[in-house]
Nanobody
Framework: QVQLVESGGGSVQAGGSLRLSCAASGVSYSTYYMGWFRQAPGKKREGVAILDAGGGTSHADSVKGRFTISQDNAETTLYLQMDSLKPEDTAMYYC?????????????????????WGQGTQVTVSS
């Protein structure tokens, strides 16, 4: 059974940093896509960063150069290092997973392609 538990959210000033963690069980990173998504009030959930089943990483244009997705060597924790945070990064951040057989690579940023979700962790960036 897949379980995802996020942590690390909080409140920071613009320009600050946070590192989100996602404790994952029941997944193998070699056969799952793992991703970070976010949803701001009144907005649709959007993909932020993806770790694909081949170990490659992708980042949304809005966070490229500021956010970095990574995993630990034991493949039990997914991270999102967030630097140079902006007020527009304020959102609930979610960790998600999908089996590689259920995923189209070109659609990897689409939330509806992911079956498993964590409960989310809030990130608030003040100006």
């Amino acid at each position: 059974q897949v379980q995802l538990v996020e942590s690390g959210g909080g409140s920071v000033q613009a320009g600050g940093s946070l590192r989100l963690s996602c404790a994952a069980s029941g997944v193998s990173y070699s056969t799952y896509y793992m991703g970070w998504f976010r949803q701001a009030p009144g907005k649709k959930r959007e993909g932020v960063a993806i770790l694909d089943a081949g170990g490659g990483t992708s980042h949304a244009d809005s966070v490229k150069g500021r956010f970095t997705i990574s995993q630990d060597n034991a493949e039990t924790t997914l991270y999102l290092q967030m630097d140079s945070l902006k007020p527009e990064d304020t959102a609930m951040y979610y960790c998600a997973a999908a089996g590689w057989g259920d995923m189209d690579y070109v659609r990897r940023f689409e939330p509806n392609k992911y079956k498993y979700w964590g409960q989310g962790t809030q990130v608030t960036v003040s100006s």
